[in-house]
């Protein structure tokens, strides 16, 4: 009969030891890092340069620009089955009905849920009428970040749209009318 022999202790530790090592050399990493810089403040009184008389900045020096957070929605009809020409004239007329809300503005992101039966379907819509969105009004949506969604519950044919305009960081202050 012969015995097997079974690991030694120190061997069955190795494992635990390398994870434990390995443990502290990643704290050490961590910790070796530097901080990040820490901006110098000038203290109050201590100048070090002669001050320059500067024009008073206007209001909407110190905006900043962005995405409205809420969208302008547009929804319409288009035939899904027509080709790229057609749907770029149906979708310039269906946009034009909705000029008062669109003119003049830039578009910064654009969601389109289209209707074309499947899913599948309705996203290649959506895909479609965003490229035609981008031709027929490009300083409106030719920089847009677009995004594509189909609609099971409507009607073949239906698009939805919310736009999200870019602000441009200045409003008109009301309080001085």
Not at 13 to 42: H, K, S, Y
Request: proline residues 10%; hydrophobic residues 40%; charged residues 20%.
């Amino acid at each position: 009969m012969t015995r097997r022999r079974r690991p030694t202790t120190p061997i069955l530790l190795a494992g635990w030891l390398f994870a434990d090592l390995l443990l502290g050399l990643t704290i050490i990493m961590l910790g070796a890092q530097a901080p990040p810089p820490i901006p110098v403040r000038p203290r109050a009184g201590v100048s070090t340069a002669t001050p320059t008389p500067s024009p008073s900045p206007s209001p909407c020096a110190t905006r900043v620009g962005g995405v409205r957070a809420k969208p302008v929605e547009v929804s319409f009809r288009v035939n899904p089955g027509a080709g790229d020409g057609a749907l770029i004239a149906q979708v310039k007329r269906s946009l034009l009905k909705h000029q008062d809300r669109l003119a003049g503005r830039h578009a910064g992101m654009v969601l389109t849920f289209g209707a074309n039966g499947d899913a599948g379907n309705g996203v290649h819509l959506a895909t479609r009428v965003n490229t035609a969105a981008r031709k027929a009004y490009p300083k409106i949506f030719g920089t847009a970040a677009t995004r594509n969604f189909h609609d099971l519950a409507a009607p073949s044919g239906s698009i939805s749209m919310e736009i999200y305009f870019v602000t441009d960081g200045c409003a008109p202050d009301n309080k001085k009318a």
